[in-house]
């Protein structure tokens, strides 16, 4: 069974940094796109970044684009979320999320299993 277990989340300042981490068990992750997602208060969920598993491939929503990276350590089958410059409205729960099949996956239903979450906050 897939298991994916967000940490990394805290209480930070306008214009820090922090990395999520995504831990991820329960098979071969090759073939896979992992995604992160987040729900800001009071708001839907929403795509925030993506990598493909096994080439690496990324692509992220215009909002963090330039301020956020994913990646991914295949020894460790972990997916990392660096994010720097925060702003107050990247205050959200963060999410990730693991794809099995098919190209792309920005949308909450191409996704197949999800974490927990772990709270961001950013204060001003």
């Known amino acids: 069974q897939v298991q994916l277990v967000e940490s990394g989340g805290g209480l930070v300042q306008a214009g820090d940094s922090l990395r999520l981490s995504c831990a991820a068990s329960?098979?071969?992750?090759?073939?896979?796109?992992m995604g992160w997602f987040r729900q800001r208060p009071g708001k839907e969920r929403e795509f925030v970044a993506r990598?493909?598993?096994?080439?690496?491939?990324?692509y992220y929503a215009d909002s963090v684009r330039g301020r956020f990276t994913i990646s991914r350590d295949n020894a460790k089958n972990t997916v990392y979320l660096q994010m720097n410059s925060l702003k107050v409205e990247d205050t959200a729960v963060y999410y990730c999320a693991a794809r099995s099949s098919g190209y792309g996956g920005t949308y909450i239903p191409d996704y197949d299993y999800w974490g927990q979450g772990t709270q961001v906050t950013v204060s001003s």
């Open positions: 329960g098979r071969t992750f090759s073939g896979y796109t």
């Open positions: 990598i493909t598993w096994s080439a690496g491939n990324t």
